[in-house]
């Protein structure tokens, strides 16, 4: 027995060494190691500090807008250790954002958000520690204004040009990870079309392994092929060069799925799982330690805190405040339009579902005939709604129609931006059919939301709505709500 026990641990130990060896060696075979890059990405953007901090310098004191404000006139000398801090800061502030690993170098979309948001804070930042601390020589705002807004600029664009080097073949290989699905459910088709969708991601999906499970037969896809069983995990890693391992399906025995991670650790590879237990507010998991024991649960989402509902809130009253002033004449006119069309009161207050369940009273200019549900009753508005008034179509296309929604934005009823608020008449059901659904009214309602602007307005599938609201909530941010309100003018589809 001994014997046997000892010869499987040799095979065992023999098998780990020749995966290990194989990894290697595929990535020896790569010019440039991943690490190199990302000091070339550091590099750079020092580099480009450092050109924002001389750029900003130009502008403010050789430019025409030299005698806007009062300052002591300076030589660039007596500026350069202002723009040496500035540009040491800066590139603290963005590693402190993450952005310098090389998991994430080919994430183009989420390295950018994360160098805006970065500068954002060192602009505030930079600007505050110099006005507290009377730095001499005194520095210009003008100039930190400037210098935030060149920084931005410059590293956005070498960043870009960067990320087209990275994406060519020979250098995306060195960086893309090499990642083995275990198991094959909906959470991985999913996982797996989005990344599908970006043809240079930061992943290079090498197929599946079956676990047994029903599920797995019964989603299997050939664009991406089952490399085997469960048992054949090991050889895999060895064949494939795997620098991942994505567990889908947490079903299968206990042993199997810790002999997976030890693997795993063995081998050197990324161990993760999809937490298919926890089907909403993923991103709020953490682990923390009760009495010593490690648990995992759903904490708390970002609205959760009360620095950013202040921040949301802030945003709404000044926001909802100029939207009143700048929409007054506009909702003036076509409550005329609507009243010469439909004489009766324009406005009109519908009952909907606002933060917790709490009911409130929506305001619209009227898009309809009087009393139009009083035969039907209430039901979802649909194209060509023959209740609709002719200018209703028009308003409702550009959402001029829920522009008074503006004064329950000021009541603190609604925000700008959050989930689109549902009749209770509508949706009782709707927690029992739709899971999650309950959900979205964590927050306030919005007067848009990410689901409008992805084109799910009116009569279209609501559990996908649902999605959307709850990816809202998960990853909020006020740079989000911005990007929100913007779309919103650009994004106007199936709105009846």
């Given at each position: 027995?001994?014997s ?10 023999g ?131 400037l ?23 020979g ?7 090499r ?32 676990t ?95 620095v ?8 709404d009253?000044v ?15 076509f ?38 549900e009083?035969?039907?009753g ?119």
């Amino acid at each position: 027995m001994d014997s046997t026990n000892t010869s499987t641990n040799l095979m065992s130990a023999g098998s780990a060494l020749h995966a290990l060896e194989a990894r290697r060696a595929w990535r020896e075979n790569e010019q440039v190691s991943p690490h190199l890059w990302v000091l070339i990405s550091i590099l750079g953007d020092l580099i480009m500090a450092v050109l924002a901090g001389y750029s900003a310098y130009w502008l403010r004191f050789h430019s025409i807008i030299r005698e806007v404000g009062n300052f002591d006139a300076m030589t660039f000398r007596q500026y350069g250790g202002h723009m040496a801090l500035g540009s040491v800061t800066l590139i603290i502030v963005l590693g402190w954002q993450d952005i310098y690993h090389k998991n994430v170098l080919l994430r183009c979309r989420w390295v950018a958000s994360k160098v805006a948001k970065g500068i954002l804070v060192w602009t505030a930042g930079f600007l505050a520690i110099t006005l507290a601390l009377k730095l001499e020589p005194s520095i210009s705002r003008v100039y930190v204004l400037l210098n935030g807004a060149t920084a931005l600029l410059l590293i956005l664009t070498w960043r870009t040009v960067f990320m087209r080097f990275l994406r060519a073949p020979g250098h995306i290989e060195a960086l893309q990870q090499r990642t083995l699905f275990v198991g094959w459910n909906a959470e991985a088709v999913s996982l797996w079309k989005t990344l599908k969708r970006d043809q240079a991601c930061a992943y290079d999906i090498v197929g599946w392994v079956d676990t047994g499970s029903s599920e797995d037969t019964k989603l299997a896809d050939e664009a991406l092929p089952c490399l085997g069983g469960l048992h054949e995990v090991e050889h895999l890693v060895a064949s494939h060069a795997l620098d991942m391992v994505v567990v889908a399906d947490l079903h299968g025995p206990r042993e199997q799925m810790v002999a997976l991670a030890n693997l795993c650790e063995r081998e050197m590879i990324q161990f993760k799982v999809i937490p298919s237990c926890f089907r909403v507010f993923v991103s709020g998991l953490t682990l923390e330690t009760i009495a010593g024991t490690p648990v995992l649960g759903v904490t708390r989402l970002p609205l959760d805190g009360t620095v950013n509902v202040i921040a949301k809130r802030t945003l709404d009253i000044v926001g909802a405040t100029f939207g009143l002033i700048l929409s007054a004449p506009i909702v003036a006119v076509f409550s005329a339009i609507v009243w010469l069309e439909s004489p009766g009161s324009v406005f009109y207050r519908q009952r909907r579902w606002g933060c917790n369940g709490v009911s409130f009273d929506i305001i619209k200019i009227r898009s309809m005939k009087l009393n139009a549900e009083q035969s039907s009753g209430a039901k979802w508005c649909v194209k060509d709604d023959p209740r609709r008034l002719k200018v209703g179509a028009f308003m409702r296309r550009w959402n001029i129609d829920e522009l008074p929604q503006f004064w329950n934005v000021l009541k603190a009823e609604m925000s700008l931006v959050g989930p689109r608020p549902e009749r209770p008449e509508l949706i009782a059901g709707f927690k029992h059919q739709i899971p999650h659904y309950n959900a979205r009214h964590h927050s306030k309602p919005g007067m848009t939301g990410w689901a409008q602007v992805n084109g799910l307005r009116g009569d279209t599938d609501l559990s996908e709505r649902i999605q959307c609201d709850l990816w809202y909530l998960e990853n909020w941010s006020l740079w989000l709500d911005l990007q929100i309100m913007l779309l919103t003018f650009f994004k106007r589809d199936n709105a009846y």
